[in-house]
């Protein structure tokens, strides 16, 4: 009989690192990780399921027939984008806005870059078109911000340009007419004209129609969004029949979930794979939620440092802030996504000097899966942080990944000292100690400002670090900022995969409803505008139960939620604000919502600010409808009091600490019991992450296996 029976399976597939977290029955859980393989993720992701589940002495067939949910994120399709792989897709638009992709808007064109690359246009550049302009074809035809037909769509014309793109030998066509999400009906009819001409070629290629996938207001991340759908959503469904069809084979007959950027996760089939583009940093935060509410803290930093990036956002009030129309990859979208700062500083990181300014540099480009110089198989030839680490003594080179991968300390320390130290003329060690130091300041600035751009200070927050990365730099780039507590999960390096776990079945749309409530509004137009709103509710609860149809669920056990976008009449942002009731029936149930509305916005800006005497402009309606899926539980462990087990202790090691080497103490993560406390200079490691204590600070294990990392009054202060 097995002593865990596995019940979740949650994978986070990085661009570095793919991890695997499984949880038993009890809330016991096991972390997983193996290098990712990008040209199929589930031979990774086997891999790292295998490297958890030996822990508890078992195999995938015999713990997948167990499990009852599978969560999968990875990065695929973004890498897709990035790496403009995707499929050969033609785009019709209205006729007069061909060079869409050419001239992007000006916000889209900047992204990415400095304010001072910003300043300078010769130090940067446009993106490279991800449809170039030989397969954009303009259709006569004009529908007018009502809906209102201004000039019939010219079906010959639309006849030629289709056939012209046929001939140009594309695997998918696009269609984005202006303000389409108001009357869809030309882009309806270019789509049946398209069909016909397919038929008679006897060939059959997906159509995308903008109003069909994305029906929301601005049409350039509109197009953007639909394109992605067809360029790189549409290739990455094969990746997760892979991924199925593994899990298949070693006897698993759960169904398969995807995390997607609202924060929910989604059947494989779902129709609009796009959002779940981005899902791994979505884990993280949602596991940060829902590990804040279980310990009684509502509000929370999240950090996650991968082997390619810093991710970054906050939980306030219980709750994470969404974006309607985020920005990723350089590209503006009109997808909903859970609001995540990311920048190109991780431990796979590059580092070089600046020829110009004789200066450090870090990233934002990195070795991703091939970890840097240390390992010769990477062939990687610029040093990155985690040779310093391993040159410093921090990482032990002979059990990274458990020892699964050796790394080479020697090659390291050559690296670093012919392309960093000798030419700063410094040793070799104070080159790697001080572009640790320089990078965890780095990090540090980034989470003070986040913090403080919000109107809040770190002292309002509990600090979560996490990701591979994170245990080994938490203790650098959180000293000073006096934050209310300092946590490290024990799965640190498998907690976005965990978070995914944590995450609802959830669907979520979206409809552009832009109606005003002038000032003075009578209960007859109120009653009206509840009656529009309540259609385009409709509406979209009806697209979330064609999308649980095609899973196990059905469509009975749904629970809707709805909310709506809503802003000051003439003002440019608007606010996510639930619904005081599901269904608008009277005036007043619209005033309880603009009420709403009024306070969200006083604690958001500032109750001075608020301005009712323009009126109001209800942008957006949305829909989202959740069913019931079992989750993670949180570990509750006995306390085994302060001092470690004597099984906890590995030894010692030498390491370089602020000039000078110094003797640490080696601990086993994995052997450590609910009421330890760890005195710095001391690393712990376990298989998939290293946690570093540093002297003047402590990490006590509570019995939710989560570290509290405290630093003594003398060492907070500096």
Not at 222 to 229: F, G, Q, S, W, Y
Not at 247 to 269: L, P, Q, W, Y
Not at 532 to 547: P, R
Not at 616 to 621: D, E, L, M, S
Request: charged letters at 25%; a negative charge; aromatic letters at 8%.
């Amino acid at each position: 009989m097995l002593k865990h029976r596995a019940r979740i399976l949650a994978v986070d597939a990085g661009g570095t690192m793919t991890d695997t977290f499984i949880v038993d029955e009890l809330g016991r859980f096991v972390v997983g990780k193996a290098q990712t393989t990008p040209e199929n993720e589930s031979i990774g992701l086997i891999k790292s399921a295998e490297d958890a589940l030996c822990q508890w002495d078992t195999t995938t067939k015999e713990a997948f027939p167990h499990i009852v949910a599978g969560i999968y994120s990875g990065t695929t399709m973004l890498n897709r984008l990035l790496s403009r792989q995707g499929l050969r897709v033609g785009v019709i638009v209205s006729k007069g806005q061909e060079d869409y992709f050419l001239l992007e808007r000006g916000v889209q064109t900047y992204l990415g870059f400095s304010y001072a690359d910003r300043l300078h246009v010769v130090t940067h550049h446009h993106n490279d078109p991800i449809v170039p302009g030989r397969r954009v074809r303009g259709v006569f035809g004009r529908i007018d911000v009502f809906g209102e037909e201004v000039l019939p769509l010219q079906e010959g014309d639309a006849r030629d340009m289709v056939r012209q793109l046929l001939d140009e030998g594309i695997e998918a066509l696009c269609v984005c007419l202006l303000h389409s999400y108001r009357n869809p009906s030309h882009e309806q009819r270019i789509d049946q004209i398209a069909g016909e001409l397919m038929d008679e070629r006897g060939m059959n290629i997906p159509v995308f129609l903008s109003s069909e996938y994305y029906p929301v207001r601005n049409d350039f991340p509109r197009l953007n969004t639909t394109v992605i759908e067809a360029y790189a959503a549409q290739p990455s469904r094969a990746q997760l029949q892979l991924v199925t069809k593994r899990f298949r084979e070693c006897n698993g007959k759960f169904e398969t979930r995807v995390m997607a950027s609202h924060g929910g996760t989604v059947g494989i089939d779902t129709k609009e794979l796009a959002r779940t583009l981005i899902s791994g940093p979505i884990g993280g935060v949602l596991g940060a939620r829902y590990l804040a509410r279980a310990i009684g803290s509502d509000d929370v930093v999240c950090t996650d440092i991968g082997g390619t990036s810093f991710d970054l956002a906050l939980v306030t009030g219980g709750d994470y802030a969404v974006k309607p129309y985020p920005d990723l990859a350089r590209f503006l979208l009109c997808i909903p996504m859970i609001q995540i700062d990311s920048v190109g500083a991780g431990t796979g990181s590059f580092l070089r000097i600046n020829p110009g300014s004789g200066r450090i540099e870090i990233g934002p480009d990195s070795a991703g899966a091939r970890i840097g110089v240390c390992w010769p198989e990477g062939e990687v030839t610029t040093p990155t942080i985690t040779d310093c680490s391993v040159a410093l003594g921090i990482l032990d080179p002979d059990y990274f990944l458990g020892g699964e991968i050796k790394l080479d300390r020697d090659r390291a320390l050559a690296a670093i000292k012919d392309q960093l130290a000798d030419p700063l003329h410094i040793d070799v060690y104070k080159a790697a100690e001080g572009i640790i130091e320089l990078f965890e300041e780095n990090l540090k600035g980034y989470v003070a400002s986040a913090v403080l751009s919000k109107g809040y200070a770190p002292s309002n927050y509990v600090l979560l670090s996490y990701g591979g990365g994170g245990p080994v730099h938490v203790a650098g780039y959180t000293k000073g900022l006096d934050f209310q507590d300092i946590l490290v999960p024990a799965w640190a390096a498998g907690f976005s995969a965990y978070g995914c776990a944590c995450g609802d079945f959830e669907y979520r749309y979206e409809a552009t409803t832009d109606l005003p409530v002038p000032p003075g509004s009578d209960d007859d137009w109120k009653v009206a505008l509840c009656t529009m709103l309540n259609m385009h509710c409709e509406g979209l609860k009806a697209k979330i139960v064609a999308e649980f149809e095609k899973t196990t669920h059905g469509s009975e056990s749904i629970e809707y939620k709805t909310f709506f976008r809503i802003q000051y009449m003439g003002q440019l942002n608007d606010l996510e604000i639930r619904s005081p009731s599901d269904r608008l029936e009277t005036a007043r149930d619209l005033d309880d919502l603009l009420q709403s509305f009024e306070e969200t916005y006083g604690r958001v800006y500032a109750r001075a600010a608020k301005s009712p005497e323009l009126g109001f402009a209800i942008t957006q309606a949305i829909v989202t409808g959740r069913v019931d899926v079992e989750k993670p539980r949180l570990p509750d462990e006995t306390p085994a009091g302060p001092t470690p087990p004597e099984a906890a202790f590995k030894g010692e090691r030498k390491v370089y600490w602020k000039g000078e080497w110094r003797i640490a103490r080696i601990l086993d993560m994995e052997a450590l019991e609910s009421g330890n406390i760890v005195e710095g200079l001391a690393i712990m490691e376990s298989p998939a992450t290293t946690f570093v204590i540093p002297p003047g600070a402590t990490a006590e294990l509570d019995s939710h296996r989560l570290f509290h990392l405290r630093f003594h009054q003398n060492e907070r202060d500096h």
